[in-house]
């Protein structure tokens, strides 16, 4: 039995996000990203504000004394207002990158978020994407190392926890990646799939395996990860401009007398870590027996030195093959024959790089190095995007959030056309007509490779889009093993439903007429039980330039059941340039152009017209009197 104790926590007391507002305009987007983006708070001008709210903050114009004191209190500023203005508001307050808040810039017409300050460090690149997500908002990020494509040096393996020793040297090796100079990189510790970009690194990043042949390459700057404390030698080999990463990759067993002190750990860690060339700050984790759970001087250690500790029971310990001699002390006081050794060798799934040590006899410390699994394929997901019926307002935050994390876009061309604001720097695959097979395979192949991709469909992806195909291909692929999420989006019909009033308030049926897939003999029998059922029918697909009959003969069918002054609504482009909108009878139905982009609803024997307007009833009027003024 294993148990992981997380010492490791952020003693900032910082709040999360502060969205300030100066328009009225802007007031009202700040609430709406206020509601997006949980756990933020809202400051607005007194003369905007409506009533008491805990998470709204009215103040007095100007805004210079609010972002002030929001600059001190918060990690992130959102501020909706023009970048000159938002400038000049944070100039007085700028300390320096590493404690500076990320600072996010929107106009309030929603058109552009921009990442103004701390874009990496601060996190506002971030930031500033999955605001443009949910909002719809062009992001725009000017940092050198994503509009190269590069290595960002203050952010390399900052996922994995990885410290930067001395960040003297960043900004120039910055500009030596950024301005096409050769760049070393040498590693020996960590994580090895910190780029997890597709494409290949830059043609001036290259990767030693000594640090002797980075130094023959005559690179200007170096980017070493290593955990290892570099001797005078080894550094007299390196560039003038070299950043020092420290992967958190050792393991720390400790054995300690009960009532051993912080200090007396903390002398014995550092003092054999020194003696074997072994950095500080490449500790991972400790490793322990679990009698030590509520030992003061290890978890007090352990808290100062913000290190998770995980804890092993003795059973578990006394197992493990270990390389010292047993501890008769061990066995007789805790049960076991060994401590730091077996649980170093157990926290790392590796070998000791450093045996067993004993300090004063209170203490005992052995060094594991961790396996980092070698080099793990990235893991790709596939994202089944519903982006609803065309237009940008009608796709949800979901939909948008799905195509920003996306790598790749793949999708019929048509659709493709529709969401082409947000596919800024996204590998695009658009296919046309009859081509949904070879599409998926390509999306989930992508995905296989480790690729993020997102397989659009109009309206929502369930209802006759691509997720149904996805999965009768990957169970014949026995592909159950893909991340695969499916993102919702507004259903045509109900966003055709929504423009011709409420046709579908009722029991009602979908049916294409396409009959591509289905056999023409199926899709007449639903249309007859469909009739039979007095339900309403939404059509899809019901005419294209290589189908006329099909619609022909289902009004047919229609007929046989219906009067023909029975309420049709017909939709053409639904929320897209060139819309359509016609309410008119099953008599008449054939009079008007009806296509691919055309959806058709057929009332049921209630079902009636008011105004423009298509309504079905639920049947309240038959339980409830309607025409009364209220009480």
């Known amino acids: 039995m294993t148990e992981i104790l997380n010492m490791n926590i952020d003693s900032s007391t910082k709040n999360d996000i502060a969205i300030v507002a100066i328009t009225r305009r802007g007031v009202a ?13 809202l400051y607005l001008p007194e003369k905007f504000a409506v009533g008491p709210n805990a998470d709204e903050h009215p103040f ?11 600059f001190r209190r918060y990690r992130y500023l959102v501020l909706i207002m023009a970048v000159g203005i938002a400038v000049r508001l944070v100039a007085p307050e700028l300390g320096d990158k590493h404690q500076d808040p990320g600072v996010v810039v929107v106009d309030d017409a929603s058109s552009f978020s921009v990442s103004l300050l701390s874009g990496h460090i601060g996190g506002a690149n971030e930031l500033t994407k999955k605001i443009a997500s949910l909002i719809g908002a062009h992001p725009v990020v000017t940092t050198a190392s994503e509009v190269s494509e590069t290595i960002s040096v203050d952010m390399l393996g900052r996922e994995f926890g990885w410290e930067v020793e001395d960040d003297a040297h960043v900004k120039a090796a910055s500009a030596a990646l950024v301005n096409g100079e050769p760049v070393g990189i040498y590693q020996d510790a960590g994580e090895r799939n910190w780029w997890l970009e597709t494409k290949p690194l830059m043609g001036n990043v290259h990767i030693f395996s000594t ?8 690179s200007q700057a170096a980017l070493i990860i290593t955990d290892r404390i570099l001797d005078k030698e080894c550094q007299a080999l390196l560039p003038i401009h070299t950043v020092i990463y420290r992967p958190k990759s050792l393991v720390i067993g400790i054995g300690c007398n009960r009532g051993t002190k912080a200090t007396e750990i903390e002398k014995a860690v550092t003092r054999l870590l020194s003696e074997h060339g072994l950095s500080i700050n490449s500790i991972r984790n400790i490793a322990t027996i679990d009698i030590k759970r509520n030992e003061p001087g290890l ?14 029971d003795k059973e578990t310990l006394g197992k493990s093959e270990f390389p010292s001699s047993p501890s008769a002390a061990a066995l007789k006081y805790v049960g076991t024959p060994t401590v730091c050794e077996a649980a ?17 006899r209170m203490v005992t410390v052995a060094v594991a190095r961790f396996a980092f699994n070698g080099e793990r394929k990235k893991r790709g997901k596939l994202f089944l995007v519903g982006i609803g019926p065309g237009d940008p307002e009608q796709m949800t935050f979901k939909a948008r959030e799905a195509i920003n994390h996306s790598e790749v876009v793949v999708g019929y061309k048509t659709y493709i056309k529709l969401i082409e604001p947000y596919l800024c720097r996204k590998e695009v695959i658009a296919t046309g007509m009859e081509t949904e097979v ?3 395979k390509m999306a989930i192949s992508l995905a296989r490779k480790g690729r ?4 659009v469909s109009s309206g929502d992806t369930g209802i006759y889009g691509m997720a149904g195909l996805v999965g009768e291909m990957l169970r014949e692929q026995s592909g159950e093993d893909l991340d695969i999420e499916v993102v919702p989006g507004v259903p045509l019909l109900a966003a055709s439903a929504a423009l011709l009033g409420s046709p579908i308030s009722g029991d009602f049926v979908s049916i294409s007429l396409s009959d591509y897939l289905v056999p023409w003999e199926e899709i007449s029998l639903r249309l007859n039980l469909a009739m039979q059922g007095n339900l309403v029918i939404v059509l899809y697909n019901p005419r294209s330039q290589r189908r006329q009959r099909q619609l022909t003969e289902a009004r047919e069918i229609f007929l046989r059941y219906r009067s023909p002054s029975t309420p049709v609504g017909i939709v053409t482009n639904a929320y897209r340039q060139k819309q359509e909108v016609v309410v008119t009878d099953l008599e008449h139905m054939l009079d008007y152009r009806i296509g691919m982009n055309t959806t058709v609803i057929i009332g049921n024997s209630t079902t009636f017209t008011l105004s423009n307007w298509m309504v079905t009833p639920r049947g309240y ?9 209220p009480v």
């Open 211 to 218: 640090i002797k042949a980075l130094r023959q390459a005559n």
């Open 60 to 70: 007095s114009l100007p805004a210079k004394e609010v972002i002030r004191e929001a």
């Open 344 to 360: 170093a060798l157990l926290s790392s799934d590796n070998s000791l790089i450093v045996p067993k040590v004993s300090f004063n």
């Open 452 to 455: 993020k991709v997102s397989l």
């Open 29 to 41: 987007l700040g609430q709406r990203l206020k509601m997006l983006l949980p756990g933020s708070h």
């Open 299 to 312: 978890l007090d250690f352990a808290r100062k030195s913000r290190l998770p500790i995980e804890y092993f």
């Open 621 to 629: 009027q038959t339980k409830y009197s309607l025409s009364q003024e």
């Open 438 to 440: 070879e599409r998926v």
